[in-house]
């Protein structure tokens, strides 16, 4: 089964940076639109930040001008660089992938906790 692979996860204190990878395995392929969910204890899992092929992005709104987005195609790599990270941004970040084909894969998710 194939599976993404992120990185980058922690523990910060407020206002603190991390930044999140996501590497896709070669044999993924036409890979449309990738993007960063989470999910804190409790809640649901929500979308964070997503972007297509070409390069445009969306964020939720609780992220706008903290968190970026970006990809590097030719190493079916995402990126999620943290910025003035809040307790409220604690949860598990998983990685999402989907192709032109109407396939999904997910990562495993790595743990982020922004304490003091």
């Known amino acids: 089964q194939v599976q993404l692979v992120e990185s980058g996860g922690g523990l910060v204190q407020p206002g603190e940076s991390l930044r999140l990878s996501c590497a896709a395995p070669?044999?993924?392929?036409?890979?449309?639109?990738m993007g960063w969910y989470r999910q804190a204890p409790g809640k649901q899992r929500e979308l964070v930040a997503a972007?297509?092929?070409?390069?445009?992005?969306n964020y939720v709104d609780s992220v706008k001008g903290r968190f970026t987005i970006s990809r590097d195609n030719a190493k079916n790599t995402l990126y999620l660089q943290m910025n003035s990270l809040k307790p409220e941004d604690t949860a598990v970040y998983y990685c999402n992938v989907k192709t032109y084909y109407s396939e999904s894969y997910w990562g495993q998710g790595t743990q982020v906790t922004v304490s003091s």
């Open positions: 972007i297509i092929s070409g390069g445009s992005a």
């Open positions: 070669g044999r993924i392929f036409g890979i449309n639109v």
